[in-house]
């Protein structure tokens, strides 16, 4: 389901969008994606860490309609993150225990 769009100011992100996108989900801000640009309410915690990675973020005052994404069918564990239950048998890597 989405939001009513309203007109509100807006910080307008162009260049690396992959980049760009990913710093904004780091601070679960809203945002709008397009093709060529995302546009997002941002603070200014997140546009200081947007100019740090070369971005110049302009602002722009225009209806906003955030994307919404699914919220995640499951919790992403990485290793060490939880110890194991009780009872739990431990997964222990196959193969050899080397990056090489």
């Given at each position: 389901m989405q939001q009513d769009a309203h007109e509100t100011t807006l910080i307008e992100l162009r260049g690396d969008l992959t980049l760009a996108a990913l710093?904004?989900?780091?601070?679960?801000?809203?945002?709008?994606?397009?093709p060529d640009r995302l546009l997002v309410r941002a603070d200014a915690?997140?546009?200081?860490?947007?100019?740090?990675?070369?971005?110049?973020?302009?602002?722009?005052s225009e209806d906003f309609t955030p994307t919404e994404?699914?919220?995640?069918?499951?919790?992403?564990?990485?290793?060490?993150?939880?110890?194991?239950?009780?009872?739990?048998e431990a997964i222990e890597p196959h193969g050899p225990s080397s990056n090489a």
């Amino acid at each position: 389901m989405q939001q009513d769009a309203h007109e509100t100011t807006l910080i307008e992100l162009r260049g690396d969008l992959t980049l760009a996108a990913l710093c904004v989900g780091r601070f679960h801000a809203p945002c709008q994606i397009a093709p060529d640009r995302l546009l997002v309410r941002a603070d200014a915690a997140l546009l200081d860490a947007l100019r740090a990675l070369g971005f110049s973020p302009s602002p722009v005052s225009e209806d906003f309609t955030p994307t919404e994404t699914p919220a995640p069918a499951r919790r992403v564990v990485t290793h060490g993150s939880i110890p194991p239950d009780e009872g739990d048998e431990a997964i222990e890597p196959h193969g050899p225990s080397s990056n090489a």
